[in-house]
């Protein structure tokens, strides 16, 4: 019965961690072609940020989609440990 309960709980880290990563991802490099315009930090963009600013937010938000997509590997190995445990109780 125990080996059951681990393999199920596995199960559903996994099902979990693999949610994660398809809501998530991984973070992917840029291919995006073309010449970009350089501009000063202090600049102010479209959306009322400066450069500064706008370059924080994305360094912050690229920051947190790494740590989720790592948690969502994380679960997927956690997962398959606890499949692998319940093949051994």
Request: glycine fraction near 12%; aromatic fraction near 12%; proline fraction near 2%.
């Amino acid at each position: 019965m125990l080996a059951h309960i681990v393999n199920s709980f596995g199960l559903v880290l996994n099902m979990v961690g693999a949610f994660i990563l398809f809501w998530r991802g991984f973070p992917q490099p840029s291919f995006e072609e073309g010449v970009g315009m350089g501009l000063e930090d202090g600049t102010v963009l479209e959306n009322g940020l400066t450069v500064v600013e706008n370059n924080q937010n994305v360094s912050e938000e690229k920051e947190r989609f790494t740590r989720i997509s790592k948690l969502g590997l994380a679960l997927l190995f956690i997962g398959f440990a606890f499949q692998l445990l319940a093949i051994w109780l």
